[in-house]
């Protein structure tokens, strides 16, 4: 029998449609699911005359592959991703290669792959994005593990990724351990930003300006010929255009309470755990929290009172005051994502490959737009350049938008329409950009009440001082701390 190059464990809609992708690349893949007959319907049904091999027990998937053997797992991450590697252990040999594919927490990939490697076996923990759609034309790959595991797995990666003009492909080895699924992890949280972004700029034009959907269907179209042209913008067009069988807009129908998966929420609290001030993707995190609260919101609207939205001026130049508000928050987002993956690397020592990683976002990614050329440039020009804003290009764009971002957010407050992303955002800059912030007295108040001590501008840092604020303490201090 013919042997496979890879096998498959989880035939769910991303399972199903790498295996079709990879076959199309001319790879044979060996597929496996814990329900038999979902085996059976996938190799009866789309994979009919494909070269994919239908197995009904791990055994058998093992035995019907080429050595080194290459097994990826497509299922639910946490406890199942354990209990597949438990059973694949057993069965594999020295060098065989194990890859989680699905949406793993970055320490989970760290552990597994000491756990694998203590085994004699390699481990790759990679991000997987573009959905359903990508997995089958070509997703973006952020692989991360045992570094010997690339080249045998680089032919068949490189291979189904998306590819950008050029012909690269958004697939590139990104650093040992939990580096691949730590790069998706930030990925998925400027994801929420972005989302967030684009939902307050629905908002304002909807709310304040009374636009109605196909106006801002044709707004968000003109925006995509432009300097903002993503995917998210393009689908955000799409979905406003798309009516209900009554003619209405479907978007208007639909219940404004958010899910998420928990990527948001590992990416923020990863920022609070590494001390980098992540505001808009936490505010976006929040923002989903809040708009779950429907019936407390539903109830506090009958109570809580606050200024009627009122637009009276030029309505087309403040759509375009949204549109570079947009673009601004959006360089914020990207360039606080950016400075906790360098944070992470020097924690982790992954020595993670910035312009790199723009680059593999560029095609098949969820987050995939013009941007990212951008951001590779900016590192090209410096390798370690510690936060975006700092660049020439990105700094000229925000200072071409930065007016109409503060149009927008005053706008809005005024008139009582959240904006909780467009608000951190400016707010995250303006704390960047200023030489001395209020911490002084945050210090003081510190040391007044638990003797945490303070430095002072006068004297050398690193010399920790306290102060008997009230007389009545005595001179013994707390030890110095950060959390």
Not at 71 to 77: E, H, R, S, T, Y
Not at 191 to 209: R, V
Not at 232 to 256: C, N, R
């Amino acid at each position: 029998m013919s042997r496979a190059d890879l096998g498959l464990i989880g035939l769910a809609v991303m399972g199903e449609n790498l295996a079709l992708n990879m076959e199309s690349k001319g790879f044979t893949v060996a597929v496996y699911n814990r329900t038999a007959e979902r085996v059976t319907n996938f190799v009866e049904g789309r994979a009919k005359d494909k070269n994919i091999i239908g197995t009904y027990s791990l055994e058998e998937l093992v035995a019907s592959l080429k050595k080194p053997r290459k097994v990826m797992l497509m299922v639910k991450a946490g406890q199942p991703v354990d209990d597949f590697i438990a059973r694949l252990i057993p069965l594999l040999e020295e060098g065989d290669i194990i890859i989680d594919g699905g949406n793993s927490h970055f320490p989970d990939s760290i552990r597994r792959t000491k756990l694998v490697e203590e085994h004699g076996l390699l481990y790759v923990g990679t991000g997987v994005s573009g959905g359903e759609e990508g997995a089958l034309h070509g997703p973006s790959l952020m692989p991360g593990g045992s570094p010997q595991a690339w080249p045998h797995i680089k032919p068949i990666f490189q291979a189904i990724a998306a590819k950008v003009e050029d012909g690269s492909p958004c697939a590139d080895w990104v650093g040992p351990d939990g580096a691949g699924h730590f790069v998706k992890m930030v990925h998925n949280g400027i994801e929420y930003g972005d989302m967030q972004l684009i939902c307050e700029a629905y908002h304002l034009m909807k709310e304040l300006l009374g636009m109605s959907a196909d106006e801002m269907h044709e707004v968000f179209k003109e925006w995509n010929a432009g300097e903002l042209n993503s995917y998210l913008i393009e689908i955000t067009a799409d979905i406003l255009a798309y009516k209900d069988e009554d003619g209405s807009p479907l978007v208007e129908k639909i219940l404004d309470t958010a899910g998420q998966k928990g990527t948001g929420k590992w990416t923020a609290i990863s920022a609070l755990d590494e001390g980098i001030p992540l505001t808009l993707i936490a505010e976006a995190v929040f923002s989903r929290c809040l708009s779950a609260l429907k019936e407390e919101r539903v109830a506090a609207s009958q109570v809580l009172t606050g200024p009627k939205p009122e637009f009276t001026g030029d309505k087309k130049a403040f759509v375009e005051d949204i549109r570079r508000a947009l673009y601004a928050s959006k360089i914020v987002s990207y360039a606080q994502g950016y400075t906790l993956m360098r944070a992470a690397s020097e924690t982790y020592g992954w020595d993670l490959n910035y312009g790199g990683i723009a680059l593999l976002w560029r095609g098949g990614c969820i987050i995939r737009s013009v941007f990212l050329g951008e951001i590779k440039k900016a590192f090209e020009r410096d390798p370690q350049l510690t936060n975006l804003l700092l660049d020439p290009f990105f700094k000229s764009q925000i200072d071409a938008c930065q007016e109409s971002w503060r149009r927008v957010v005053a706008t809005a407050l005024t008139n009582g329409i959240p904006v909780p992303a467009f608000a951190s955002a400016l707010t995250y800059y303006d704390g960047y950009r200023h030489p001395r912030l209020p911490a002084n007295l945050l210090q003081a108040q510190r040391d007044y009440f638990g003797a945490h001590t303070y430095e002072r501008i006068d004297r050398p840092r690193g010399e920790f001082f306290h102060t008997n604020w009230t007389g009545k303490g005595g001179s013994t201090s707390a030890t110095t701390y950060n959390v």
